[in-house]
T-cell receptor, first 114, second 114 residues
């Protein structure tokens, strides 16, 4: 079992719909949770960052973390064609010092139909 | 801010040749990460540095891979000799380790080994 599981899609929805993207994980040491967006042939760009459990909202984007279920979600409201991209969840452990690398899901390819 | 800079953007080489990928992190960031992205395996951490010191190189696939960070503004990832299975997109990312876990990615180097 991979540490982070993510449905690769593609997920195709009409413009204006609410999009739900999800990841599950197996390592309870993960404390930091992120969502990255990656356009074709570009580097991943950070969308949302959450520490531990709870919700975080930023404009049309809402990130949720449920550590008891080891499940994280990203919701996109009023989806736009420009939201079409691959969305990667990423996680990091808490460490005593230095920095940890991120463990990524394989990404969900999202298509917003005009 | 110029963001993370990587060069070259594209590299095509023949099996057995040496390949050197270069990265300039964001000024002021003191942690640097090298990742590799393939369709089969997604984004995988290869190695990361904190204050120019390699912290974890457990993701480096083989001894053919090596990475250096001679100063705070420059890092290299070298593959010698290269093999077709090394074909992938290689990303460099940086962050300031005094803050949370957000990492900022460069545009990547697309490597093709024939």
């Amino acid at each position: 079992q991979k540490e982070v599981e993510q449905d690769p899609g593609p997920l195709s929805v009409p413009e204006g719909a609410i999009v739900s993207l999800n990841c599950t994980y197996s390592n309870s040491a993960f404390q930091y949770f992120m969502w990255y967006r990656q356009y074709s042939r570009k580097g991943p760009e950070l969308l949302m960052y959450t520490y531990s459990s709870g919700n975080k909202e930023d404009g049309r984007f809402t990130a949720q973390v449920d550590k008891s279920s080891k499940y994280i979600s990203l919701f996109i409201r009023d989806s736009q064609p420009s939201d079409s991209a691959t969305y990667l969840c990423a996680m990091a452990r808490r460490s005593g010092g230095g920095a940890d690398g991120l463990t990524f899901g394989k990404g969900t390819h999202l298509i917003i139909q005009p | 801010d110029a963001g993370v800079i990587q060069s070259p953007r594209h590299e095509v080489t023949e099996m057995g040749q040496e390949v050197t990928l270069r990265c300039k992190p964001i000024s002021g960031h003191n942690s640097l990460f090298w990742y590799r992205q393939t369709m089969m395996r997604g984004l995988e951490l290869l190695i990361y540095f904190n204050n120019n010191v390699p912290i974890d190189d457990s993701g480096m696939p083989e001894d053919r891979f090596s990475a250096k960070m001679p100063n705070a503004s420059f890092s290299t990832l070298k593959i010698q000799p290269s093999e077709p299975r090394d074909s992938a997109v290689y990303f460099c990312a940086s962050r300031f380790s005094g803050r949370a876990r957000e990492q900022f990615f460069g545009p990547g180097t697309r490597l093709t080994v024939l």
